[in-house]
């Protein structure tokens, strides 16, 4: 709990969130409460119907559990009070520049503006009346709108940058636990607190101690299970498709991605933009269709655990696959527009590296009884993540009701044989 707060908020995770009177001036900007009106998992709903929680509480959560490392014995010692207060605000912010249906926009981001949330969320931190509330408590907008996205690059404290984006943020952290209690789709318990307690800083960068390696390793499933039962769902992936294409086809004529200042970007959130959508006539039968829940259809799904060329190129060009789409759909006699190929490197997957993970990226070490701290492999400790090292992806092809079989056939023909236990029954 900060030193001197002014109040509390309840929260279903994380039980009392303690807030102090600058964090609350920073919550009650119109940046902050956009965020109740931007799911945290778009399209998820249609499959779990608890899934409606949004980017605001998550943005609790990770300034709660920044606070609850900075508070650490062990990292205490290296932070100063202003970097405690800095680092808090930071995790608060570091969503505030997600788009409508969070990052179902971040597709029309990248494609128009090269542009991802991370670069608008700094951009707002620093053009924003956030910046004005900042600047009045000393605070550097510009300092904020760094750290926030992982990217402060402060000399001797890159552990301060880790907080928030590294293998074991706290990001992380509270988007599985709060995820997976909002979903119901919860597999085994994730003990967050005592990896918190675990942490431990060699020489800049933050590490976990391996006496908590059961707890990593249980976190780390659980990223895994969350990607393939929650993130990348193939009913919750088909919506969130319809809904990308919904934006894709609108763009034209609402301009989702000509804003030009902060107040208009700020304008579009989930409620704006779907009114806008169903008005649309490019994009109303597609909000109609998820409206009354008749989504596409998946007709082919593999699963891939080694490279090779075929595969790679799937995944990391769209090129190629925009290419295979058409053999597909002319293969399968239907048009083009009718058919889309999914895999989780596209930019609407929460976090598309959820399961091509390096044990190299989350530092660990021993501590001896005096205290020495060794670094260690993980690899060398952990069974579990050797196992999970490396290549695994997903590959989907969509279609709508009428054309799956016509569409699973050419795709097979093209692709290989689809596995029977991938088959969906919806």
């Known amino acids: ?14 039980g009392y969130v303690y807030i102090t009177q600058t964090e609350k001036n920073i919550i009650d900007t119109y940046p902050m409460q956009r965020l109740h009106r931007i799911r945290q998992l778009a399209g998820s709903e249609y499959v779990y119907p608890g899934a409606n929680h949004t980017r605001f509480e998550h943005s609790l959560g990770v300034m709660f559990l920044a606070g609850n490392i900075l508070e650490n014995p062990h990292i205490s010692p290296e932070v100063t009070e202003d970097e405690v207060d800095t680092t808090r605000i930071s995790a608060l912010l570091h969503d505030c520049g997600h788009g409508p249906f969070s990052h179902v926009f971040e597709h029309l981001l990248l494609k128009d503006l090269h542009k991802t949330h991370e670069d608008i969320t700094s951009w707002l931190i620093e053009k924003s009346e956030i910046a004005d ?45 709060r995820d997976t209690y909002h979903t119901g789709a919860e597999y085994g318990f994730i003990d967050v607190y005592r990896l918190i307690h675990a942490l431990d800083i060699l020489g800049e960068n933050l590490a976990v101690e391996l006496g908590a390696l059961s707890a990593l390793e249980a976190f780390m499933i659980a990223r895994i299970e969350s990607f393939k039962s929650i993130y990348f769902h193939r009913m919750g992936r088909a919506a969130q498709i319809m809904l990308a294409t919904a934006m894709d086809k609108a763009n034209k004529e609402l301009g989702l991605t000509s804003f030009k200042t902060p107040e208009e970007y700020l304008q579009l959130d989930d409620y704006t933009v779907w009114s806008a959508l169903k008005k649309c006539k490019a994009s109303q039968m597609i909000i109609k269709n998820l409206e009354q829940r008749k989504i596409l259809k998946c007709a082919y799904e593999r699963t891939f655990y080694e490279k090779d060329d075929i595969v790679s190129n799937l995944f990391s060009k769209e090129a190629y696959r925009t290419q295979i789409r058409s053999e597909i759909a002319k293969k399968a006699n239907v048009d083009v527009e009718t058919v889309t190929i999914d895999v989780p490197t596209v930019p609407s997957v929460p976090y598309h590296r959820a399961v091509m993970m390096e044990t190299t990226e989350i530092p660990v070490f021993t501590r001896s009884t005096k205290g020495k701290r060794d670094r260690q492999k993980l690899g060398d400790s952990s069974k579990i993540f050797e196992t999970l090292k490396g290549f695994m992806n997903i590959i989907r092809v969509y279609t709508n009701e009428q054309n799956r079989e016509i569409v699973e056939k050419a795709t097979v023909k093209i692709l290989g044989n689809i596995p029977y236990d991938t088959k969906s029954s919806f």
């Open 133 to 177: 509330k900042l600047s009045k408590k000393g605070y550097t907008p510009n300092e904020i709108g760094k750290l926030a996205v992982g990217k402060a690059n402060k000399t001797g404290k890159a552990f301060l940058d880790q907080i928030i984006s590294s293998g074991v943020d706290v990001d992380k952290m509270d988007y599985i636990l």
């Open 1 to 14: 709990m900060p030193k001197a707060y002014w109040g509390e908020i309840k929260d279903p995770v994380h």
